[in-house]
């Protein structure tokens, strides 16, 4: 049974993060090491010969604003598509709607790449001992080896409170210290330069492609040399150091990103770094690093040492060939939390694109771009900051919504006749809201409504009610005004609908055998609108406004489609019950009813829970199942929400080994991208480390439920720092697959209902107070 105790018996013992660790050096993107500060981002690669620190910086972006990106013929059009939908005239409507609806983007844009920082060493005899780590707890990248009968030794980090990527170089035999530093040239338009002690990039974020043209920020890299004995010389736009006992290279990058002046902002983060000295920089890094990573520790059973003595990419291939590695799954929970953190920050002046920080270059390839997906990328890369306590990684998502909220307000108006505001299926640095440039994919015209649920999500967690004044609700008010003045009477059976528009990305068969994309009352549609519509009534009343628009909420809410069960068995992912065209597709938006949404759950709507699962299997046995790595991801919440643990890990797992890289970084296969290279995606590591959080604890803002979703393979372990709706954290111990111990902590009083199983047990807490909580 369980109980509460008066004394908490939780001793307060954490688990280190973990640590990836390679015996060898990276010879591709996809074995270097990241790092990153929530703007500038570096892929270490840790060569004996060269190092190679590829960098990205978040303003890094081709295009520019623009106020004409909508089809002049759309809104004239819209009417008749309606029409013709609601009549059954599918083909005809999909016809108009491609003609019509897509945006007219002239300057989308994307993010780029950036050049090398590199290090060239004299050749010289193989090196032994090698050892390439980054440590979760520190933020460091270590790279040590000998040669030549010297050790040498290099540490790598980019730090937030300096804003700056920093190298040290050291050698355990004085003068030993040997090599060039340059910046790699033609990735970017620009001039390279060496003056004084440092090497200078001065360019711009140009592409050819993607409707950007000669348009995009202007940048500067510096990377600046300082060393302790031996020279420097210059040799055209490089730096060679010779006979050093020990050398630091700091890199800084600045941008006109908001009007700044890219050579000032360079200047100013290298002289700040060089005057506070490389001994405060490292500690005021591993401090602010610390802070949010220590938070969350997690032990889901030890390995042997035979095991732990194996490198990271050793252990990856095990996994894949069917062997167990509960220790590893916990690294990668760590590394899913270090990448929210290490690219998304308070003060990042952009959120996490579809590669994160880190950008591999490749998605140029692809018919896709570096950008801001609103059709589950970008929400997905956010689902590990609120649960994993990251709270304060979330910022920046919610910077992009109040500029998708502005400039959404003129394509409201403009394309739909509608009040508030409106955003679609991708967006840019520049507030993007116009339908996308392709009919299938473009017309997601709850996109923006669902990016906006993240602001909920957060106020949630932490119950800051000035946060949800002044920040969240005139935005959550906007997207349900645009809701409100969009959706029209469907008119067999008088419910209210949006349309015309898209279940992203998938197309159905209509009744006369055409395939379509656009119809009237799609179900992630009415998902997505019961959602805010639900959430901006109950944040008007908690803030004691706007009655009157809470009356015409309560008033649309009970005109809504009802979620129903197709022919199959499964949640129909439309109004009516169409064949989908693609019945292995990737996307599965109706089930946002189960996550993020709890609309579907297995207590309160058995029946559309199970059809949830069918939904979930047509799609897996389907031949061509598009196996990416957020679908994984998607498909191990879901189970997680279904309380199903084993089934749960089993997408976990298959998303480590099959649709994550030897660095650990998730990636979207090029087969099914379009590209002809695997593409690295941010979704899959942050998505797969809200699932390992899901498992072990979820919550409504009623309930706290404890091992929702235990899998039998992890039958003994612990987590502490997890966040619970309602300003809860959580800590919980197991043993043989039961629970033993938990304890919860109030940073606001809360009425609390704790669940374990069929148990339930009904608490108050008051503000700082802790739960201590057992079986017994």
């Known amino acids: ?34 790092i990153g500060n929530g703007r500038l981002g570096g892929m270490v690669y840790g060569g004996t010969d060269r190092e190679r620190v590829q960098l990205s910086e978040s303003t890094a972006w081709s295009g520019g604003p623009s106020a004409t990106d909508l089809n002049p013929t759309a809104r004239q059009q819209i009417p008749r598509i309606r029409e013709l939908l609601f009549a059954g005239k599918h083909a005809e409507a999909q016809r108009l709607a491609t003609e019509h609806l897509p945006g007219r983007a002239s300057s989308f844009g994307t993010n780029l790449p950036l050049p090398e920082v590199q290090l060239a060493f004299p050749g010289g005899a193989p090196a032994q001992d090698y050892r390439r780590t980054l440590d979760l707890d520190t933020g460091l990248v270590t790279v040590t080896y000998v040669q030549n009968e010297v050790r040498f030794t290099r540490e790598v980090f980019a730090t937030n409170p300096h804003g700056l990527i920093a190298i040290r ?33 001065a360019g711009h974020a140009y592409e050819s492609l993607h409707s950007s043209g000669q348009q995009g920020v202007a940048l500067e890299i510096r990377a600046h040399l300082e060393a302790e004995g031996g020279t420097v010389h210059h040799a055209g736009d490089t730096l060679r150091l010779e006979g050093a006992n020990n050398a630091l290279v700091h890199i800084v990058v600045g941008t006109d990103w908001a009007g700044a002046d890219p050579r000032a902002r360079a200047e100013s983060l290298l002289s700040a770094g060089l005057e506070a000295g490389y001994e405060s920089v490292r500690a005021a890094h591993i401090a602010d690093h610390r802070a949010l990573m220590r ?17 990271t990419d050793a252990r990856r291939e095990r996994l894949a060939s069917g062997k167990a590695d509960a220790e590893l799954i916990a690294l ?28 591999d270059g490749l998605a140029s390839s692809a018919p896709w771009t570096n950008d801001f997906h609103l059709d589950i990328n970008t929400q997905q890369n956010y689902w590990a900051a609120e649960s994993t306590n990251l709270a304060e990684c979330h910022e920046p998502l919610f910077g992009l919504l109040e500029r ?113 994309s656009v119809s009237m009352g799609a179900t992630a549609d009415r998902v997505f609108m019961e959602a805010v519509l639900r959430i901006c009534a109950e944040s008007a009343e908690l803030l004691g406004v706007d009655a009157g628009l809470r009356n015409r909420i309560a008033a649309a809410r009970r005109r ?106 998730t990636y979207s296969a090029g087969g099914v991208a379009g590209a002809a290279q695997d593409i690295y995606s941010f979704d899959g590591n942050s998505g797969g480390a809200a699932g390992i959080a899901e498992m ?81």
């Open 1 to 34: 049974m369980l109980k509460a105790f008066t004394d908490q018996n939780f001793p307060d013992i954490r688990v280190p993060p973990g640590t990836l660790r390679y015996d060898r050096p990276a010879t591709r993107w996809f074995e270097a090491l990241p």
């Open 169 to 201: 170089l050291t050698a355990d035999r004085p003068g030993s210290l040997t090599f060039t530093l340059s910046i790699g040239d033609g990735v970017l338009p620009g001039t390279t330069t060496a003056a004084d002690s440092s090497v200078i990039f």
């Open 295 to 311: 938070r969350v520790s997690l032990e889901l059973g030890s390995a042997p040492p035979e095991l732990t003595a194996l490198p």
């Open 332 to 359: 990668y929970f760590q590394f899913g939390r270090y990448l929210t953190m290490a690219g998304s920050r308070a003060d990042s002046p952009l959120p996490l694109a579809l590669q994160g920080l880190w950008n």
């Open 404 to 516: 998708l909220a502005d400039q959404g307000r003129a394509t409201a108006e403009e394309l739909y006749g509608a009040p508030g505001w409106v955003a679609h299926t991708v967006t840019n640095a520049w507030g993007y809201t116009a339908p996308g440039s392709g009919i299938g994919w473009g017309m997601n015209v709850t996109g923006g409504a669902w990016l906006a649920l993240q602001l909920w999500e957060h106020f949630e967690y932490g119950r800051d009610e000035t946060f949800l004044r002044e920040r969240a609700y005139p935005i959550l008010r906007g997207a349900a005004e645009f809701l409100l003045g969009y959706a029209v009477e469907e008119p067999e059976h008088g419910l209210l609908v949006t349309g015309p528009s898209e279940s992203p990305e998938n197309w159905y068969l209509a009744p006369d055998g055409s395939r379509c």
């Open 560 to 665: 809504l489609p009802p979620l129903r069960i197709g022919r199959h068995g499964q949640v129909q992912e439309w109004l009516h019950d169409h064949e989908e065209a693609e019945p292995s597709h990737r996307h599965t938006s109706h089930l946002s009813a189960l996550f993020p949404e709890r609309q579907i759950t297995p207590r309160t709507t058995p029946d559309l829970a199970r059809g949830a699962e069918v939904t979930i299997e047509r799609r897996q046995q389907a031949p061509g199942w598009e196996q990416t790595e957020w679908v994984e991801a998607n498909f191990t919440v879901y189970y997680a929400r279904l309380l199903n643990g084993d089934a749960a890990l089993r997408h976990l797992t298959s998303l480590i080994a099959d649709a994550s890289e030897a660095n650990l970084m």
């Open 696 to 776: 072990l604890l979820q919550s409504d803002g009623r309930d706290v439920e404890l091992l929702p979703a235990l899998p039998a393979d992890w039958p003994d372990g612990s987590v502490r720092g997890l966040r619970a709706r309602g300003g809860l954290t959580v800590d919980i111990r197991w043993g043989d697959g039961q629970l033993t111990a938990a304890s919860i902590r109030a940073a606001r009083a809360a009425d609390v209902r704790v669940r374990y199983g069929a148990e339930l047990l009904e608490v108050r807490l008051a503000e700082g107070e802790t739960l201590a909580l057992g079986v017994g």
